[in-house]
């Protein structure tokens, strides 16, 4: 599965999750989802959702970038990006 097929998945994911929050979910560098919104969840609450989406970890600390095992097909992304907002009011 692409990255962009992905994130149709993910985006339908935090609207289910989360009615009324307005997320805005891009791709970046093929592998890497940049999520934002404003007020709403907490990181921990969207990367719950979103968790089932990566299906890549550093095992060292050089880096070294390996699959996950038993990992759902959409799980293609290396790295997410959390930046939640808080609104004036």
């Not at 149709?8 to 994911?13: C, G, Q």
Request: aromatic residues 12%.
């Amino acid at each position: 599965m692409k990255p962009t097929e992905a994130a149709k998945l993910a985006r339908r994911d935090l609207k289910a999750a989360f009615p009324g929050v307005r997320f805005s979910l891009r791709c970046r560098y093929y592998n890497q989802f940049d999520v934002t919104w404003t007020d709403g969840p907490s990181e921990d609450e969207v990367s719950r959702v979103l968790d089932t989406y990566e299906g890549w970890e550093s095992v060292r600390a050089d880096d070294l970038i390996t699959r996950i095992p038993d990992r759902p097909e959409h799980a293609v992304i290396k790295y997410i990006n959390y930046y939640r907002a808080a609104s004036d009011a």
